[in-house]
T-cell receptor, first 114, second 114 residues
Framework: QQQVKQSPQSLIVQKGGISIINCAYE??????FPWYQQFPGKGPALLIA?????SEKKEGRFTISFNKSAKQFSLHIMDSQPGDSATYFC?????????????FGTGTRLKVLA | DAGITQSPRHKVTETGTPVTLRCHQT?????MYWYRQDPGHGLRLIHY???????DKGEVSDGYSVSRSKTEDFLLTLESATSSQTSVYFC?????????????FGAGTRLSVL
């Protein structure tokens, strides 16, 4: 119940294309769903996040789509650029325990071809 | 990296030796976390702290201990390192009073246990 399943494991997209990464969860107590971006040799950095009271959140070229009934959420990167090549992690957390611990997906390595 | 310093950045050690990794923050954030990152597993929580001298276990705590004697420092100790503890270790911080749920990550420590 604590798992967050992420797919695909790797993704290759042409410049200008749309990159889509999917995550699924089981624990209905999760109430915060962030996406992190990580470049080689760096720590993960928050990209965008959503709460389950909205179905979509957009920030620039990055959009989270959230389907509460299906317990799924996805990251869409529009007009993908070579600079977007990185590893992306979805995560889920709940504040029920007061500490907001994250459960991370296993990551998606995105490569955008120039 | 959000006022987070991890030291050392790289370490090679031998099986059976003790190892201590340090996370230092300048943000005065209450919560601190230690994760390990391994291929195919994403980031997994080892231990976390919700205040000075207040710590708790994460999902992969066996073989690790932590201490937090002051707000700015969170130490991760491998009492007797094993090859299975070869990994990249990340420290994260969060301040749930201000920006709930957001965790900021350090640059990581790459540990090799031979």
């Amino acid at each position: 119940q604590q798992q967050v399943k992420q797919s695909p494991q790797s993704l290759i997209v042409q410049k200008g294309g749309i990159s889509i990464i999917n995550c699924a969860y089981e624990n209905t107590a999760f109430d915060y769903f962030p996406w992190y971006q990580q470049f080689p040799g760096k720590g993960p950095a928050l990209l965008i996040a959503i709460r389950p009271d909205v179905s979509e959140k957009k920030e620039g070229r990055f959009t989270i789509s959230f389907n509460k009934s299906a317990k799924q959420f996805s990251l869409h990167i529009m007009d993908s650029q070579p600079g977007d090549s990185a590893t992306y992690f979805c995560a889920a957390s709940t504040g029920a325990s007061g500490t907001y611990k994250y459960i991370f997906g296993t990551g998606t390595r995105l490569k955008v071809l120039a | 990296d959000a006022g987070i310093t991890q030291s050392p950045r790289h370490k090679v050690t031998e099986t059976g030796t003790p190892v201590t990794l340090r996370c230092h923050q300048t943000e005065n954030h209450r919560y601190m976390y230690w994760y390990r990152q391994d291929p195919g597993h994403g980031l997994r929580l080892i231990h976390y702290s919700y205040g000075v001298k207040d710590t708790d276990k994460g999902e992969v705590s066996d073989g690790y201990s932590v201490s937090r004697s002051k707000t700015e420092d969170f130490l991760l100790t491998l009492e007797s390192a094993t090859s299975s503890q070869t990994s990249v270790y990340f420290c994260a911080i969060s301040d749930n009073r201000v920006a709930k749920n957001i965790q900021y990550f350090g640059a990581g420590t790459r540990l090799s246990v031979l």
